[in-house]
């Protein structure tokens, strides 16, 4: 009996901006011995663009050059000479202008009060009790900030290496059927890529979820989901989205620290709902087409072994565990009570230090205070800059290179077939041991293979063997 290939539509425009779920869609049966299709067939859409064209950053239209500048993830492997206290793109001071300015102007005037009319004089040990309690708050609020970022990259590493388990479970142990037939064969090769293409969907998916933007049309996903039916794909419109909905005054207030110039990252799912629409769960969907493609190679047995269906189970199982594990992350900060009162604490202190240091220091107190604020003030702010680990911040992770990591590597694990050991043990390149190719330990004895593993085995390990003094050793062994 020859196997039949299904392939869904996705919802038509009409349906786009219904509120509903999205309905069973047109689709086509293909029979891999024949040419035609169904009465029932549709058109099929086009192809997508090739895999190096695929996992590219969201189209971000009317950008300025301010924006590129404020709102990108460092490029880490970029190589930067400029000193680390020298450097600007990616460090806090933008952030701490506003402050700064204001804290000079606090300092003078307090200097100025003072020096000229009033001696505005506190016990300095105010300074070292007030100093105890900040250093607590600051430094709970930062490890809490960086335990988040460190377990958003936790989950991202987890994330790749399920990636790669799981498509080399498919690509190598999900049989392909050419010995029945040659259409079989190829419809079997384009199912497993077909679902190696949804490892990718759900890696680029998720980062778009975990940046609150909730359609499927962007750029770097159309390609991947256009084939599937979910309900992210039946709210979004024929544009491609523009990426982070910013303003210039938001980009500005981003980059200054002014959260009430900065623009809500959760807007347009705001505007969704406000809409009726239902965004759905696109990564949560991935997986379930993914796994309706696992439950398929085991029910038509091209993919017999057990100890493979459980491998691939638990693979799935992982990726379910990363995108709980993330969302967790995005969607549970600090509590507010606690950064309401780490912000009073810190500022506190701030205002308190001309009236402590200008008994010792008179007008050094300006640029004293000045620079404790940004000491103070500088490590506050490094924790709200990593709470959110997965935005477009400077020192946000980058997912966009995480994604073309996948991508990349699954094009390595599909660059070839599945390779046969014949094609790699019996060759003259396999140097098994002391630089001696196969057929020359093929050539000897088992008993003769066995005493050179017991005397290698006894041998002081070198740094190096040349290839004339392995052979004069395995000479002398054998």
Not at 360 to 365: A, D, I
Not at 405 to 433: C, H, W, Y
Request: charged share 20%.
């Amino acid at each position: 009996m020859s196997a039949t290939t299904t392939l869904h539509t996705r919802p038509s425009s009409s349906s786009a901006l219904s509120t509903n779920p999205p309905q069973k869609t047109p689709h086509i049966t293909m029979n891999p011995s024949s040419n035609t299709s169904s009465p029932q067939s549709t058109s099929i859409r086009q192809p997508s663009p090739s895999p190096n064209q695929r996992l590219r950053p969201p189209t971000r239209r009317h950008t300025s050059t301010i924006e590129d500048f404020t709102s990108k993830p460092l490029d880490i492997e970029k190589h930067r000479k400029m000193p680390y206290f020298l450097r600007m793109k990616g460090s806090i001071t933008p952030r701490m202008i506003i402050p700064l300015v204001f804290v000079a102007i606090w300092s003078t005037i307090i200097t100025c009060i003072s020096q000229f009319w009033y001696q505005l004089v506190v016990s300095s040990l105010l300074l070292t009790v007030l100093g105890f309690v900040v250093g607590l708050g600051i430094s709970f609020r930062t490890s809490s900030a960086y335990e988040r970022y460190v377990e958003g990259r936790k989950y991202w590493a987890q994330l790749i290496q399920t990636s790669r388990d799981l498509a080399r479970h498919i690509w190598i142990h999900a049989e392909e059927r050419h010995d029945r037939s040659a259409e079989q064969g190829k419809a079997d090769l384009l199912a497993k890529l077909t679902a190696l293409n949804l490892i990718n969907a759900f890696a680029v998916s998720l980062m778009h979820r975990l940046r609150f933007e909730p359609y499927a049309n962007y750029d770097d996903l159309a390609p991947l989901v256009g084939n599937l039916s979910t309900f992210a794909g039946a709210a979004s419109d024929g544009d491609s989205p523009e990426g982070p909905d910013r303003t210039v005054l938001g980009t500005i207030g981003s980059y200054l620290g002014l959260e009430f110039l900065e623009s809500n990252p959760r807007k347009q799912i705001k505007r969704a709902d406000k809409d009726g629409k239902k965004l759905g769960n696109l990564p949560l969907e991935v997986l379930h087409y993914l796994s309706a493609y696992v439950e398929c190679i085991i029910a038509n047995k091209t993919l017999p072994n057990g100890v493979h269906q459980g491998m691939i189970m638990a693979n799935l199982a992982s990726l379910n565990e990363v995108l709980a594990g993330t969302e967790r992350v995005v969607n549970t900060p600090l509590p507010v009570a606690y950064s309401i009162a780490i912000s009073q604490i810190t500022w506190t202190y701030v205002i308190a230090l001309p009236f402590q240091l200008w008994d010792s220091l008179r007008w050094v107190t300006i640029p004293g205070t000045v620079v404790g604020a940004y000491i103070i003030l500088g490590i506050a702010a490094i924790g709200r800059e990593i709470e959110d680990p997965f935005g477009y911040d400077e020192n946000d992770l980058p997912l966009e290179r995480y994604c073309k990591q996948i991508e990349d590597e699954i094009n390595v694990i599909t660059s070839k077939a599945r390779p046969k050991p014949e094609e790699f043990i019996a060759t003259e390149g396999n140097r098994l041991m002391y630089s001696l190719s196969y057929g020359a330990w093929n050539a000897k004895s088992t008993e003769d293979i066995r005493a050179t593993l017991r005397a290698k085995a006894n041998t002081k390990p070198m740094t190096s063997f040349p290839p004339v003094m392995a052979e004069k050793t395995v000479q002398d062994v054998v």
